[in-house]
């Protein structure tokens, strides 16, 4: 039984050793090394492989993405019809739930402006409202959301979340469809997007949406405008539309781990704008003994005759 792991950007042998501990008696290859029959490969375990190679897998059986988003994976016009499994991993949850976390309370406790006064030695308090009277909007309450919200709620922030289905999340309010979203945004104090990247979400965030954003000053008393935050993807974003809405005061901030391209090229004006915090999609970085765990079982629960679980929805795209 033959497994394929083709991972970009990470070092595929300590993958390879880390498949033959788990599962043994299997025949662990590695792309671009690999040797023997494709046909043979039941398995594909896989962060942004190329097209050519899903063509040749002819004998596949099952997807493995090595991250929660599938984009990577569905963009690819030769994609096997094979059901293709996510991560759904609570290493992965609880770093991405850090991450925002980390990025509502940076402009909450207005980390910038302290920042800025220490290097000044400038010994200078400002008024700080509770996390009771902030209003965090999320968009996308699956995995990641959902935690996120629940963490954020228990510091005592006003949560809401958006999804495509209504949910019931104890404290955090629900909306969906198109008429919740602008319910949703319009009680929106700081937005965070964790929405996968589809069709319906590629370019949702512009100037537009960002414009009908909560502006009644409930946030702080001296700064009227909302926050953006994104780990969700790049692509949901108009990189463009962010600055201008920095820029004329639409946005207040933002904290941005994703982009339309990616690494970030360096004249892009967000690297530098005063306004924004960057990291480089880093929000939750997989760890790769966590996910090898993870896959590992699925494939043995696979091969005993269980159903698999965390599939894909081909038609929805996430
Ligand atoms: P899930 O599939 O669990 O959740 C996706 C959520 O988005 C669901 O609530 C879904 O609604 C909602 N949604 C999807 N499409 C729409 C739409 N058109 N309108 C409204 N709601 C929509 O995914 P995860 O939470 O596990 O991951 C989310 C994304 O986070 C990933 O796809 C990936 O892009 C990104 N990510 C980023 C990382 C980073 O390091 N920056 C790391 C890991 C993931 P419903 O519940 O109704 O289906
Ligand atoms: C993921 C990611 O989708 O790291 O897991 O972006």
Redesign the pocket.
Same mark, same amino acid.
């Not at 290859?29 to 962060?47: F, K, Q, V």
């Not at 050519?52 to 993405?65: P, Q």
């Given at each position: 039984m033959a497994l394929l792991i083709a991972v970009s950007g990470w070092d595929s042998e300590s993958w390879t050793s880390r498949f033959e501990a788990l599962l043994p008696g299997h025949d662990v290859r590695s792309h671009p090394e690999t040797t023997g029959n494709p046909a043979d490969i039941r398995y594909l375990l896989a962060w942004k492989p190329d097209g050519e190679l899903l063509r040749s897998l002819t004998g596949l059986e099952v997807i493995f993405s090595l +991250?929660?988003?599938?984009?990577h994976l569905l963009k690819h016009p030769d994609l096997p019809d094979v059901p293709i499994v996510r991560i759904?991993d609570p290493d @992965?949850t609880m770093r991405?739930s850090e991450w925002v976390v980390l990025q509502v309370l940076l402009h909450h406790r207005k980390h910038r402006l302290y920042h800025a006064q220490q290097q000044q030695r400038l010994w200078k308090g400002h008024d700080q409202p509770a996390a009771s009277a902030v209003r965090v909007g999320i968009?996308?309450? +699956?995995? @990641? /959301?959902a935690d996120a919200a629940t963490a954020l709620a228990r510091l005592g922030f006003q949560v809401a979340g958006?999804? =495509?289905?209504p949910?019931a999340i104890p404290g955090i309010q629900s909306y969906?469809g198109t008429q919740g979203l602008e319910e949703m945004l319009q009680r929106t104090d700081i937005l965070v997007n @964790? @929405?996968?990247?589809?069709g319906?979400?590629t370019g949702l965030i512009d100037y537009k949406l960002l414009s009908r954003l909560s502006t009644d000053g409930r946030r702080h008393p001296n700064c009227d405008a909302p926050v953006l935050i994104n780990? /969700? =993807?790049g692509g949901s974003q108009v990189e463009t539309d962010i600055v201008r809405a920095l820029d004329d005061g639409t946005l207040a901030a933002c904290s941005l781990?994703?982009f339309e391209h990616e690494p970030l090229p360096a004249p892009a004006p967000l690297w530098t704008h005063p306004k924004a915090y960057v990291t480089p999609?880093?929000?939750?970085?997989s760890d790769p003994e966590s996910l090898s765990r993870y896959v590992a079982a699925r494939i043995r629960a696979h091969e005993a005759g269980e159903g698999l679980i965390n599939v894909v929805d081909r038609t929805?795209g996430?």
């Amino acid at each position: 039984m033959a497994l394929l792991i083709a991972v970009s950007g990470w070092d595929s042998e300590s993958w390879t050793s880390r498949f033959e501990a788990l599962l043994p008696g299997h025949d662990v290859r590695s792309h671009p090394e690999t040797t023997g029959n494709p046909a043979d490969i039941r398995y594909l375990l896989a962060w942004k492989p190329d097209g050519e190679l899903l063509r040749s897998l002819t004998g596949l059986e099952v997807i493995f993405s090595l +991250g929660a988003g599938v984009d990577h994976l569905l963009k690819h016009p030769d994609l096997p019809d094979v059901p293709i499994v996510r991560i759904v991993d609570p290493d @992965l949850t609880m770093r991405m739930s850090e991450w925002v976390v980390l990025q509502v309370l940076l402009h909450h406790r207005k980390h910038r402006l302290y920042h800025a006064q220490q290097q000044q030695r400038l010994w200078k308090g400002h008024d700080q409202p509770a996390a009771s009277a902030v209003r965090v909007g999320i968009l996308g309450l +699956g995995v @990641l /959301g959902a935690d996120a919200a629940t963490a954020l709620a228990r510091l005592g922030f006003q949560v809401a979340g958006w999804s =495509r289905s209504p949910k019931a999340i104890p404290g955090i309010q629900s909306y969906s469809g198109t008429q919740g979203l602008e319910e949703m945004l319009q009680r929106t104090d700081i937005l965070v997007n @964790l @929405l996968p990247l589809t069709g319906e979400t590629t370019g949702l965030i512009d100037y537009k949406l960002l414009s009908r954003l909560s502006t009644d000053g409930r946030r702080h008393p001296n700064c009227d405008a909302p926050v953006l935050i994104n780990a /969700g =993807r790049g692509g949901s974003q108009v990189e463009t539309d962010i600055v201008r809405a920095l820029d004329d005061g639409t946005l207040a901030a933002c904290s941005l781990d994703v982009f339309e391209h990616e690494p970030l090229p360096a004249p892009a004006p967000l690297w530098t704008h005063p306004k924004a915090y960057v990291t480089p999609h880093i929000a939750a970085d997989s760890d790769p003994e966590s996910l090898s765990r993870y896959v590992a079982a699925r494939i043995r629960a696979h091969e005993a005759g269980e159903g698999l679980i965390n599939v894909v929805d081909r038609t929805a795209g996430y």
